[in-house]
């Protein structure tokens, strides 16, 4: 069965300031991953997806995110925080593109001025 | 990206009673429709998946006979909580994907369900 593990469930980060967020996976195959954003009361909106090809993916809003087989790891990052990135993130993994997608426990982003 | 709307937004009903939350893709045919739910601080758990016009395919652990789904048109897939208990107040979240397998899965802006 596919798993997502996200280990910081919260993380506080000054603007300007880089960011990651850690995600790592469990699935027997090739993995498609996702991360997505959800503002407070809010749906969720996709940053980002790895499905073959190139390994550091690039998203929206200046995110990024690098694959990496080896250490079943799927890490987003951002070099310059903005006060309006303050959201929870959530990692995902799917078993065939779109199909079915289970979700980390999400990182809740805090911004500090 | 396209648009998925969820209505309404937020929702209370007494125990007891049913309540349907829409979910609608305002610009494309959504051929398959997925159903969350998530609680508070946690993450979003797979309910059931709906392809229009078929049965839906619930998630080990959900009711179907709780949490009826209709998915009649390409537009508008419907989840009816039925004889609703305070344990389900959550949040649901659908989201819709075209046709093809590998096309995003936009997601609405969720539902939140409170039942008193």
């Known amino acids: 069965a596919q798993s997502v593990t996200q280990p910081d469930i919260h993380i506080t980060v000054s603007e300007g300031a880089s960011l990651e967020l850690r995600c790592n996976y469990s699935?027997?195959?090739?993995?498609?991953l996702f991360w997505y954003v959800q503002s407070p009361g809010q749906g969720l909106q996709l940053l980002l997806k790895?499905?073959?090809?190139?390994?550091l993916v690039q998203g929206i809003k200046g995110f990024e995110a690098e694959f990496k087989r080896s250490q079943s790891s799927f890490n987003l990052r951002k070099p310059s925080v903005h006060w309006s990135d303050a959201a929870e993130y959530f990692c995902?993994?799917?078993?065939?593109?779109?199909?079915?997608?289970?979700f980390g426990k999400g990182t809740m982003l805090l911004v500090s001025p | 990206g396209a648009v998925v709307s969820q209505h309404p937004s937020r929702v209370i009903c007494k125990s007891g009673t049913s309540v349907k939350i829409e979910c609608r893709s305002l610009?494309?045919?959504?051929?398959?429709m997925f159903w969350y739910r998530q609680f508070p601080k946690q993450s979003l758990m797979l309910m059931a998946t709906?392809?229009?016009?078929?049965?839906?395919?619930?998630e080990q652990g959900v009711e179907k006979d709780k949490f009826l789904i209709n998915h009649a048109s390409l537009t508008l897939s419907t989840l009816t909580v039925t004889s609703a208990h305070p344990e389900d107040s959550s949040f649901y979240i659908c989201?819709?994907?075209?046709?093809?397998?590998?096309?995003?899965?936009?997601f609405g802006q969720g539902t939140r369900l409170t039942v008193v």
């Open positions: 709906s392809n229009e016009g078929s049965k839906a395919t619930y």
């Open positions: 995902a993994v799917g078993a065939r593109g779109y199909s079915t997608l289970t």
């Open positions: 989201s819709a994907r075209r046709q093809a397998l590998n096309t995003e899965a936009f």
């Open positions: 610009d494309f045919q959504a051929t398959t």
């Open positions: 699935y027997g195959a090739t993995p498609y």
């Open positions: 790895y499905f073959s090809g190139d390994t």
